[in-house]
C-alpha cells in the first residue's frame, strides 16, 4: 500500500535563539532570543524603530557578523561557527543582497557590476555569466542600460541593477536593508514590484527591513522587533 506524501514547504533560514551583545564600553544585549524561520519563496518584512536591532540582525543572518550566541541555519545546514572562508562562499552562493545604496562601481558599466558576484564564484565561464548578467537585467527591465556606466543611469534604475547583481547566482534568499529608503514612491513602487515578482515566479525568499509601512503591508508577513526582541511574527 502506498503512502502519498505531502511535501512540507521547504525551510530556507532558520533563526534559533539568537542573542547578541555589545561589550565597548560595557556589557548591553541588544538581540534577545530571536527565533524564527522563512520557507521557500516567502516575502518577509521586518519592521521597528531605529535602533530596536533590525540592522544588527539582518547583518548576523547575512552571516557578514559571526559574533553572537545560537544558531543559524541555512537550507538545513547549520552555518554558526563556519569559518570566514567557508561562510563567503555560502554568502556568496546562497545570498544575495540588497541595500539602500546601490554600491554600484562608479568605473564599471552596468553589466560588469552584475557580472562581479558571478565572476567571484567561478562556477560558470565568463561568457556564461555574461549571458546571465543580460538575462537579470531583462528581467529587470534594465538591458537596455547594460553598456552605460554606473554613474550614467538614474537612481531607480541603480537600485534595479543591484537587485539584478544580488540575482546574478540565483540566491535562495534575498536580504535588504532599507532598499526602497532612497527611492521616491513610484521607484518604490517598482521595486516591491519585482520582489514579489521574484518570491511567486523564482520562489526566491526574500527577507526586507523596512521603515516603510505600506512596502510591508503588502509582504507575506511581518516580524515586528522592539527593544532587540520580536515582538510579532
Partial sequence: MSHSITSSPKLVLEAKNINKYFTDPVKVQVLKNIAFSIQ???FVSIMGKSGCGKS???YILSTMDTNYDGELRLLDRTISGLSGKE?????NEHIGFVFQFHYLLPEFTVLQNVML????????SEEEVEHHAYEKLKLLGVED???KRATQISGGQKQRVAIARALINEP???MGD?????LDSRNAGIVFDIFKELSSTLNTSLLIVTHDGDF????DRIIEMADGEIIKH
Fill in 172 to 174: 535562495s534568499i534575498i
Fill in 56 to 58: 544588527t540582525l539582518l
Fill in 87 to 91: 561562510l563567503a562562499v555560502v554568502r
Fill in 145 to 147: 542600460q547594460a553598456l
Fill in 216 to 219: 510591508a503591508a503588502k509582504t
Fill in 117 to 124: 558576484p558571478g565572476l567571484k564564484l567561478g562556477k560558470y
Fill in 40 to 42: 521557500q519563496g516567502e
Fill in 178 to 182: 532599507e532598499p526602497t529608503g532612497n
